[in-house]
Every structure is written in structure tokens, then in C-alpha cells.
């Protein structure tokens, strides 16, 4: 079975309503995971760290959505990959 790849990163944003990164050149990439339990407990750990900071927020992408060999409308396919 495939591994399916989670992205774990996180930054200060400019209004904590929104989801634009004050300074997106330094995010903080907290790693790269195989599934998404990992990626969670990783996630929760970071969010906890920064838990004073009200504009600090971290993400998780599925960076598996982004290639899907099945479809032929998949993220990849769209920038021509």
C-alpha cells in the first residue's frame, strides 16, 4: 500500500482570522510524514509550543491530494506536470 504524505509546517500570520503568513520565506517546516496520525500528534506538538503566540498557527497539507494518477484533473497534471 502507498504511503500517503503529510506536510506539517506553520507560521505567523497577519490577522488570526485569516491565513496569510506575515514573513512566508521563513516558515517554520516542521516535516514531512507517512501517515496522518504522525502528522497530527507532530501538528499538535508544534501548536502547543507556540500556544502565547494568538498569530502563530500550523497546518497540515496532504501533499498526496497534489498527485493523483487516477484523475487527469489532478493538482500536478494542472501545472503541467
Not at 506575515?22 to 499538535?44: C, K, M, Q
Request: hydrophobic share 40%.
Amino acid at each position: 500500500m502507498a504511503k500517503k504524505l503529510h506536510l506539517v509546517f506553520g507560521g505567523e500570520l497577519i490577522d488570526p482570522s485569516q491565513t496569510a503568513f506575515r514573513d512566508p520565506d521563513n516558515l517554520d517546516i516542521v516535516g514531512i510524514f507517512s501517515d496522518h496520525e504522525s502528522a497530527v500528534n507532530a501538528w499538535r506538538g508544534a501548536a502547543q509550543r507556540t500556544v502565547d503566540n494568538a498569530h502563530m498557527r500550523y497546518f497540515i497539507a496532504h501533499i498526496h491530494r497534489l498527485r493523483d494518477e487516477g484523475r487527469a484533473d489532478s493538482l500536478t497534471e494542472q501545472l503541467g506536470g
